[in-house]
């Protein structure tokens, strides 16, 4: 058995920032407008006007100031409210995959590694592009990596269940690294019309390189436990999918077929399963609460996060133990844990523990015990 280590991560950042300002004043004269030309079904009582959204409620409700997109001119045109993204031809690179592979340079960069010394790619999202061939597929093309590549999709799960698929191939054997990468246009999924979510994502890209850690050239993270969990929910769902051109209403503009979600159930049953969850895998390992330098969770909502950190820890955590990156780059899905891990990681001593988790629609909940060497 060998031992599984991250050797380096990367972040892809888009250049475009939306901030909670910009977001509600659209919003805001996209409903005026909405309102206007509904005029009088609003007085005749047979549709609701569209009241409008609020800074203030968004810090509050969410600890979100502002989200990354790969396009804010459609996101903010009232006559648009939904990213432009060109439609490329099949000879370029996807979208996907261009911020998968910048993300990807970086985490092999971190860790003195080339291309060379990969053997496999999960591209691990919350939404592929397409169906096939495998975005992993291209990426891996894209990074001249040999080997074999694969997609998978456990939604905000999505990143530690790559982790747990590669680690578990690198232990036993089968392959001696991996390239685990999550590029989510959250962007293009978010109903951005809808007030009760429209602030809720942004875009990224991380990856993370995961080695037999004797193959480390630098400081490493050894991975030395992972945990999966899941269990069916309907309250955080997307219908789209490749059977809607078959069905009656085709491709009409329906709200299922974006991100969905009962915000208030998710709260309420997803925090004693998550807290549970990280609970027993640190039991289970011999971890106490005291071993842990850091907690690095999945970036939903700043509330749940410190309601998550308190019950792991047994008290307030301390600054800097639980690092929130979701002020500046709202949800990113899969990525935000991993995001959280790459940015708040490097002052870490040999020894340290800490625990990336990430949760979500499924419910999945995904959890790696990782010790800093070097
Ligand atoms: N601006 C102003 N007011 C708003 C608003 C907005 N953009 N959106 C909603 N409101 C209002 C609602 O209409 C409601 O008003 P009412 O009390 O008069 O009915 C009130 O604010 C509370 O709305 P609610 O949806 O209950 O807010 P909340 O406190 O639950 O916060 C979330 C909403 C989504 C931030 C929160 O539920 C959450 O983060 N849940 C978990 C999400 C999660 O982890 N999802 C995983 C996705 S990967």
Not at 257 to 272: H, I
Not at 279 to 300: F, V
Request: overall charge negative; aromatic content about 8%.
């Amino acid at each position: 058995m060998y031992k599984p280590a991250i050797t380096g991560t990367g972040v892809f950042t888009p250049e475009t920032v939306i901030t909670n300002a910009e977001l509600v004043d659209a919003f805001n004269a996209y409903a005026d407008k909405w309102n206007a030309e509904h005029a009088e079904a609003i007085a005749a009582g047979e549709v609701e006007a569209k009241e409008h959204s609020s800074e203030d409620f968004i810090v509050k409700a969410s600890g979100i100031e502002q989200r990354y997109v790969l396009d804010k001119t459609g996101v903010l045109d009232p006559e648009v409210m939904h990213p432009l993204l060109r439609q490329r031809s099949d000879e370029e690179p996807g979208v996907m995959a261009e911020m998968a592979v910048d993300a990807c340079r970086k985490a092999l960069a971190q860790a003195g590694k080339t291309a060379a010394d990969v053997d496999a790619v999960i591209c691990a999202a919350s939404n592929l592009e397409r169906a096939y061939p495998a975005v992993a597929i291209e990426i891996q093309d894209l990074l001249g990596i040999k080997g074999f590549a694969f997609d998978m999709n456990v939604a905000c799960s999505s990143a530690t269940f790559g982790i747990q698929a590669a680690a578990d191939m690198i232990r036993s054997g089968s392959i001696r690294s991996a390239i685990v990468v999550n590029p989510e246009i959250c962007s293009a999924h978010l109903e951005w019309r809808d007030r009760d979510c429209h602030f809720i994502f942004g875009d990224v890209a991380t990856a993370v390189l995961i080695e037999r850690s004797e193959d480390a050239t630098g400081p490493y993270f050894e991975i030395k436990s992972t945990r999966c969990a899941t269990e069916f929910s309907n309250n955080i769902r997307n219908n789209n999918g490749f059977l809607r051109r078959s069905r009656p209403d085709g491709m009409k503009d329906r709200r299922d077929m974006q991100f969905m979600q009962n915000g208030r159930k998710v709260f309420k049953e997803v925090l004693p399963m998550v807290s549970q969850h990280i609970a027993d895998h640190m039991a289970d390992e011999g971890i106490e609460a005291a071993d842990l330098k850091r907690l690095w969770l999945h970036q939903a909502n700043k509330t749940m996060n410190d309601f998550i950190g308190r019950k792991v820890l047994g008290r307030d955590p301390e600054p800097g133990e639980q690092p929130n990156i979701l002020q500046d780059y709202a949800n990113t899905s899969s990525a935000g844990s991993i995001i959280a891990f790459s940015k708040y990681s490097n002052d870490m001593e040999d020894g340290d523990k800490g625990v990336i988790c990430s949760f979500g629609a499924g419910y999945s909940v995904g959890s790696v015990i990782v010790e800093r060497h070097g």
